[in-house]
């Protein structure tokens, strides 16, 4: 494996596995998010400031063949807006026009292949496919955490073409490096914080951070499986009853290795899944029958607020409530801001996981914390210790 910081890119073509599955508007296909495009521009840049040109690949959507809604051109010019410069496009990943096209790339140039999933092969990891992508590039780089955990053509297979020339990009590696640092540091307390509709999504995760964390903040729909697990009055709140001995499990995992593991006290409850609907504050063990939690209460925030802000290590994935609806965000927020505080005084934060990262981002405080994944089922698997098939394709 290569490496990006010392390696020579002058006169060479690199292949580059970016993750641009960006949000577009469904009336003029405009970029209405364009975090993932700015994410990889410091890699792009460096090859072409070093003397390189650059061919980009990425996947849009899912599409089934061909779809126009799922072109990459749509994408083009904020994707030329981000790199501040032209960026050229060929509407086929792998026939003549586009080898021809990437070919004649000079220093300095940007080449945009059309989505690499228009192709069933993609998928498939099909050898062949992946072989027709390696003869774009001289090098290839890795730079799609997104799609790391997928055995794909773009992002696995390709890979064994370039056996001496192949190495990640600053994205992934910088991916890599958050996740290992919150997993394999010596500094004491980590706390992690785990929300989220779901205890099911999220087992193999909790049950790695058993082994690691001091403090274990759990929130969410998932909170009220392990409160009706310990007795709780759970109401109509989101349960999965086929969880609950999982739930009673981790509980006494947890006290037998003498984690903190933190269950909110109290709750806002809901009448019915709407910000309108009518609402109270009980007690966590309480709910009325007819009523669902939609929020951590008060009580809840001020003591997970205490846990965070006294932690050296933090990792956030999954929100305290139902925070795309107004009144039922205030629990995430404060989250997100006993985050931003603890950031403050030295500790790390480490974001992942859809939701997490759209709160944040839409709380405004991305650039507060240590670092916001762009990968979230990648983050999660990675973090429960599954060797990623794009990773391992450049580390062999």
């Not at 981000?82 to 003549?96: A, G, R, S, W």
């Not at 004491?188 to 205890?199: E, F, H, R, W």
Request: charged share 25%.
């Amino acid at each position: 494996m290569a490496d990006i910081h010392s390696y020579d890119f002058a006169g060479k073509r690199a292949l580059i596995r970016v993750d641009f599955n960006v949000p577009l508007n469904k009336e003029t296909f405009e970029v209405t998010d364009d975090t993932r495009i700015r994410a990889a521009a410091p890699t792009i840049k460096h090859i072409l400031n070093t003397g390189g040109s650059v061919v980009l690949m990425s996947h849009l959507g899912r599409p089934d063949g061909v779809e126009e809604k799922y072109s990459l051109k749509h994408i083009v010019s904020q994707v030329a807006k981000v790199l501040e410069v032209p960026v050229k496009f060929v509407n086929d990943c792998i026939n003549e026009d586009a080898q021809a096209a990437s070919k004649s790339l000079a220093t300095g140039e940007v080449l945009l292949l059309e989505n690499v999933r228009f192709y069933k092969q993609e998928t498939a990891g099909t050898e062949a496919f992946a072989e027709a992508l390696s003869k774009h590039g001289d090098v290839y780089v890795n730079d799609a955490f997104g799609t790391a955990h997928r055995a794909h053509a773009s992002t696995t297979v390709v890979a064994k073409f370039f056996p001496n020339d192949k190495m990640f990009g600053y994205l992934l590696e910088g991916e890599i490096k958050a996740v290992d640092k919150v997993l394999n540091s010596d500094e004491k307390p980590l706390t992690a914080i785990v929300g989220g509709a779901k205890v099911s999504s999220k087992i193999t995760i909790i049950d790695r951070l058993l082994n690691k964390v001091d403090n274990l903040i759990v929130g969410g729909g998932m909170a009220y499986t392990f409160i009706k697990a310990k007795g709780g009055h759970v109401g109509n709140s989101l349960v999965e009853d086929d969880y609950l001995a999982i739930a009673k499990n981790i509980l006494l995992k947890a006290e037998a290795k003498r984690i903190n593991l933190y269950l909110p006290v109290d709750t806002i409850v809901a009448d019915k899944f709407d910000n309108n609907a009518a609402q109270k504050l009980v007690n966590i063990n309480e709910i009325p029958d007819g009523w669902m939690g939609l929020d951590v209460g008060p009580e809840s925030s001020k003591e997970i607020r205490d846990i965070i802000v006294h932690s050296k290590l933090i990792l956030w994935n999954g929100p305290m409530g139902v925070f795309e609806m107004e009144n039922f965000q205030k629990g995430t927020i404060e989250v997100a801001n006993a985050v931003v505080e603890a950031t403050k005084n030295g500790a790390f934060s480490l974001i992942g996981g859809g939701d997490s990262v759209a709160a944040i981002n839409k709380f405004g405080l991305a650039d507060q914390v240590s670092y916001v994944s762009t990968g979230g089922g990648a983050m999660l698997e990675y973090l429960e210790g599954i060797e990623l098939p794009g990773i391992k394709a450049i580390n062999e």
